[in-house]
């Protein structure tokens, strides 16, 4: 099928997710939205969160994707379901893709979880992981501080590691033998994370695995991409577009092609 | 559903498929079919092998299981597609789950496949592989000598080891980062194989890899297991069940059930 893969995400966080669909699946046309103008989802309401995904899908459904994926995973925690019943094609969130790696890679059953503030507050960890295997030992712990970093490119700067430093402290005793990205920003600060946590704690990105399960379901659907010829992918983004093509730029290691959409002002009825 | 996933091999090669949906899927219940009587399938006609296979899921099915496993590589290559035909519960088998993973793996584009002489002269992996990302480089090779080795029980002798570095010698100087383990019989051997293909090499066993994608199907169509009691697995088998279940006590570490099945003698009309 030459249709594309929807990705969606609050800002650039879903280029981690995006970057491994091309590495993985190259033969796959993408079509990315990034909210940077809302960015970040994780202070938000959980309502706020899920009328934003749906404004974004509508967006998204004008150019027939065969698929969406919600490579944030805010808006997979309170928005999923919703839109999954909403729509025929597949829809792909970023939590369990995650927790199955942390289940196939963990030997102590013990598993850390960083996210959002909203992401853990719904606890869609624990729940996607004891859906799985009741008896897993999962940690779990928000950063606020980590998607303002990425959004503003800071990802190797002196600064970042204090802040990655501070905010994982907690952690550092925690006998965990691996720890979920849990926010498709955190790949960005991967290097800064791994100084922290040590040798001993494998980091699961929650985007590689989703990547990985975005090649199972178009396999077993019978939809993966039948081309040979290089596609050619599409971004769009509601803020700065500048910023986002500077960051897709450096992290995708390719040009880049962003379309800027300013949200409408609503009409006062 | 509380219905079993329902596991076939040629013999205990598919135990270590087993053993990694235990340990990811505490939950499921699992009806194992080992056609120790007529192991190794590797060197059999394909015509052989699919008439095999039709007749072991024949068996399964009195079982209602929820998933067919065909965890035997060779069968896999050649009947897959015959069996999820005929069928309408989910397949999954062995092949496209470790193409995945070392897709996943790999850094600089260079996989090596090793599997029955079945398995290697059917291109599988090849194809599976280019279907998903067409310039990677694949070498392959049959290794005739393992799945006998395996039956025997012979993991870690000498014997076993002077075997499997006679087997490898010609892959060592290919520079392949990732070699696809394309037997389940084979990840019984890990230890000998990453001895000599060592640490630059990552081995991806596609048993493990199966059972996350096990997850991941039973996840995306509803149906993974929502009772909190162990399951009670069984285990049947075409040939001597005490060598059967020596090994997979061994293997599983835990005491399990085998039941015995003789192929009948055909009628001659």
Same mark, same amino acid.
């Given at each position: 099928m030459q249709q594309a893969i929807a990705i969606l995400d609050s800002g650039v966080g879903g280029l981690t997710v995006a970057k491994e669909v091309m590495r993985q699946l190259p033969q796959e046309k993408i079509i990315y939205f990034? +909210? !940077?103008?809302?960015?970040?989802?994780?202070?938000r309401s959980p309502l706020e969160?899920?009328?934003? #995904?749906? /404004?974004? =899908? +509508?967006?998204?459904?004008q150019f027939q994707p065969?698929?969406?994926? &919600?490579a944030c995973n805010t808006a997979t925690a309170v928005a999923l379901d919703e839109i999954r019943a909403r729509l025929s094609i597949p829809v792909v969130g970023v939590i369990h893709p995650?927790?199955?790696?942390?289940?196939? %890679?963990?030997?102590?059953?013990?598993?850390g979880v &960083?996210? !959002?503030?909203? #992401? &853990?507050?719904?606890?869609?960890?624990?729940?996607?992981?004891? /859906?799985?295997? *009741?008896?897993i030992q999962v940690v779990?712990?928000?950063?606020?501080?980590?998607? *303002?970093? @990425?959004?503003?490119?800071?990802?190797? %700067?002196?600064?970042? /590691?204090?802040?990655?430093?501070?905010?994982?402290r907690n952690? !550092? +005793? @925690?006998?965990? +033998?691996?720890?979920?990205?849990?926010? %498709?920003?955190?790949?960005?600060? #991967?290097?800064?994370?791994? !100084?922290v946590m040590g040798p001993n704690v494998t980091l699961i990105s929650s985007a590689d695995e989703t990547a990985r399960e975005i090649s199972t379901i178009l396999y077993h659907k019978g939809m993966l991409a039948t081309s040979n010829s290089i596609p050619v992918h599409?971004?769009?983004?509601?803020?700065?577009?500048?910023?986002?093509?500077?960051?897709? /730029?450096?992290?995708?290691?390719?040009?880049?092609?962003?379309?800027? =959409? @300013?949200w409408q002002v609503p009409h006062i009825i």
């Amino acid at each position: 099928m030459q249709q594309a893969i929807a990705i969606l995400d609050s800002g650039v966080g879903g280029l981690t997710v995006a970057k491994e669909v091309m590495r993985q699946l190259p033969q796959e046309k993408i079509i990315y939205f990034g +909210d !940077t103008a809302r960015t970040p989802y994780g202070p938000r309401s959980p309502l706020e969160v899920i009328q934003f #995904t749906h /404004q974004i =899908v +509508d967006y998204l459904l004008q150019f027939q994707p065969k698929m969406i994926v &919600i490579a944030c995973n805010t808006a997979t925690a309170v928005a999923l379901d919703e839109i999954r019943a909403r729509l025929s094609i597949p829809v792909v969130g970023v939590i369990h893709p995650g927790a199955r790696a942390a289940i196939k %890679t963990t030997r102590n059953g013990m598993i850390g979880v &960083i996210g !959002t503030e909203g #992401t &853990i507050k719904s606890s869609a960890y624990e729940l996607a992981l004891r /859906q799985i295997s *009741p008896h897993i030992q999962v940690v779990s712990q928000s950063c606020p501080q980590l998607v *303002p970093l @990425v959004e503003k490119g800071l990802f190797r %700067t002196n600064e970042t /590691q204090l802040v990655v430093e501070q905010t994982l402290r907690n952690l !550092t +005793d @925690v006998p965990m +033998d691996c720890l979920i990205l849990g926010c %498709t920003h955190y790949p960005f600060l #991967t290097e800064a994370i791994s !100084t922290v946590m040590g040798p001993n704690v494998t980091l699961i990105s929650s985007a590689d695995e989703t990547a990985r399960e975005i090649s199972t379901i178009l396999y077993h659907k019978g939809m993966l991409a039948t081309s040979n010829s290089i596609p050619v992918h599409q971004f769009f983004c509601s803020g700065d577009p500048y910023m986002f093509k500077k960051i897709a /730029q450096s992290w995708l290691n390719e040009e880049t092609r962003v379309t800027p =959409v @300013v949200w409408q002002v609503p009409h006062i009825i």
